[in-house]
């Protein structure tokens, strides 16, 4: 089955070359993100290269609160960068931790429950960073948009705060379109699935010699994962954070507004 | 009896003083009508007054009692304060006026809607207009009628009939007054209009977050 697989560390370097050609398209049209393709790639070998070197041995000791451990780091460290992308919103890295965490664990729960995946860290630990990343991306662009459309929208919240709505029904449209705006990309990419891209566990599958029958079916409940993921932690991310943009006198903070 | 009072209230903004000890006793049923230059602190005064923001220092008592012990949501039913240049929201005129219904928890009483449009002259077949096809006009009539279908205590206009042509001002007068007359409404306006200032009963003229004579 593995004999296909025939990457070798002189096969990697020669594919080097195709980050060569990124740098002087780059160069060439001074885009300015030389700097970046190659801090990039660095830290993408780096990391990698230790999440391998460290995913060996959890999959080889095989121990659960190895994998807990490893599943704690993943959120965080997902919790982290989605926190960040909040742009200035208070508590941003709270809220993300705890939509991580509702998402991840109900998804992986899930999955585990129903006999999908099995308990053992191959499994958990590879489908928790891809349910991790997508919840990341999926309210990163919640929280954007969230902050954007109180800023382009402030008028609309203030006059209905005005006529004496509460927080949560003057912001009930830029909460429906945040939580959408999270949604969306996984939306999109499964009209596409099997049309315009063979997504990654599919792919990776059919790389190492599984019949593709069998990949589809996989792909079909990363599919389902993915959907559950990003909903919940786009529905639980932005209903916490909207209430941010108020004070306790229910007054919008045109502080935080960009 | 006062329905508001005003004590000493300062608004400041980083060092810059916006409201300057303002202090100032408005009866029920009062129709005051604020002058003053732009950038004078008058539409900071009303909204001091609404609730859509807080005093530095100083205190806003309304109906004898502190404006801050009051819940906002519930003062602001009270305290209704209209824009110069307002959106309308959802798709259609009916979202508009449904919407004080739906922050109520009310059931929707679209005859009483229907009553309200032919008070500024529009149909029952203005319902079902899209926000996007309503003129200038006409949307500040939907706009007002969603701050007085639940009579408030007290209405606050921030320059509304700014840009409308005569007909629409005149439309708009008369129902403020009808307002005003009948249901003993108070009314704090904001204008730089030459024949609502001549027509005023009282004037409050705002310079420099201050009252020159009240």
């Given at each position: 089955m593995?004999?296909?697989l ?5 096969t ?7 980050v060569?050609?990124a ?9 300015g993100?030389?700097k970046?393709i ?7 070998i ?12 959890i999959?080889?000791v095989?121990n ?5 451990a490893?599943f704690v780091?993943?959120i965080?460290n997902?919790s982290y960068n ?7 919103i208070?508590?941003a890295?709270e809220?993300?931790?705890?939509a991580?965490f509702?998402s991840?664990?109900?998804?992986l729960g899930t999955?585990i429950?129903t ?5 053992i860290?191959q499994?958990v630990?590879?489908v928790t960073g891809m349910?991790?990343?997508?919840t990341?991306?999926?309210i990163g662009?919640?929280?954007?948009n ?6 382009d929208h402030?008028?609309h919240?203030l006059e209905?705060?005005a006529?004496?709505?509460d927080v949560?029904l ?5 909460l429906?379109?945040s ?9 999109d990419s ?7 891209s063979?997504?990654g566990?599919?792919?990776?599958l059919?790389f190492?010699?599984?019949d593709?029958e ?5 792909q079909i409940?990363?599919?389902f994962?993915l959907?559950?993921?990003?909903s919940?932690?786009?529905?639980v991310s932005?209903y ?6 108020f004070n306790?006198?229910?007054q919008?903070k ?5 | 009896?006062n329905?508001i009072?005003?004590?000493?209230l ?17 009866s029920?049923g009062?129709y005051?009508t ?5 950038g ?5 005064l ?7 923001i ?6 806003i008592?309304?109906e004898?009692?502190?404006m801050?012990?009051?819940?906002p949501?519930e ?12 959106n309308?929201?959802g798709k259609?005129?009916r ?5 004080p219904?739906e922050?109520r928890?009310?059931?929707v009483?679209t ?5 309200y449009?032919k008070l500024?002259?529009?149909?029952e ?5 899209s926000?996007t096809?309503?003129?200038?006009g ?5 706009a007002?009628?969603r701050?007085l279908?639940f009579?408030p205590?007290v209405?606050?206009l ?5 840009g409308?042509?005569?007909?629409n001002?005149?439309i ?11 249901y003993k409404?108070?009314v704090?306006q904001i204008?730089h209009?030459?024949s609502?200032?001549e027509?005023?009963?009282k004037i ?7 009252i020159e004579n009240?």
């Open positions: 593995h004999d296909t025939s990457v070798s560390n002189s990697l370097a020669l594919g080097f070359v195709l060569i050609v740098l002087v398209i780059g160069y060439k049209e001074k885009l993100i030389d970046d190659i801090i990039g790639v660095v830290r993408a780096i990391q990698l290269s230790v999440v391998g070197y460290v995913l060996k041995h999959i080889k095989n659960l609160w190895l994998t807990l490893f780091i993943i965080l997902a989605a926190g960040k992308r909040g742009n200035g208070p508590h890295f809220y993300s931790l705890l991580i509702v991840t664990s109900v998804t999955l429950w006999g999908s995946i099995q308990f860290p499994q630990v590879t349910i991790a990343s997508n990341m991306v999926a662009l919640s929280f954007r969230m902050k954007q459309t109180f800023t402030q008028q919240v209905k705060l006529l004496g709505a949560k003057a912001s009930l449209d830029i429906r379109g939580i959408k705006s999270g949604m969306q990309p996984t939306i499964i009209k596409t699935l099997g049309l315009v063979l997504p566990m599919m792919s990776g059919i190492a010699g599984v593709p069998k990949a589809i079916k996989y409940m990363v599919t994962m959907l559950s993921a990003t919940i932690g786009s529905i932005c916490l954070a909207y209430k941010e943009f306790k006198k229910k919008l045109m502080d935080l507004l960009s | 009896m329905i009072e005003i004590n000493n300062v608004y400041q903004v980083d060092s810059n003083t916006i409201i300057d000890n303002v202090s100032l006793k408005i029920k009062d005051l604020f002058i003053g230059p732009s004078s602190g008058k539409s900071t009303m909204k001091l007054i609404s609730d859509m807080s005093p530095t220092s100083g205190e008592i309304f004898g009692k502190n801050d012990d009051y819940d949501t003062y602001r039913k009270k305290v209704s304060y209209a824009f110069q240049q307002p309308l929201f259609t005129v979202d508009n006026l449904e919407f219904f922050l928890n009310e059931k009483d005859e009483k809607i229907i009553d449009l500024v002259n529009l149909d077949s203005y319902l079902e207009k926000v096809e309503v003129s200038g006409e949307r500040q009539r939907v007002l009628l701050n279908l009579t205590e209405i606050i921030d320059e509304v009939t700014a409308l042509d005569t007909d001002k005149q708009v007068h008369n129902l403020i007054n009808q307002f005003n007359k009948d409404v108070t704090l204008t209009d030459e609502e200032i027509e005023a009963k409050i003229n705002i310079v420099g977050g201050k009240a």
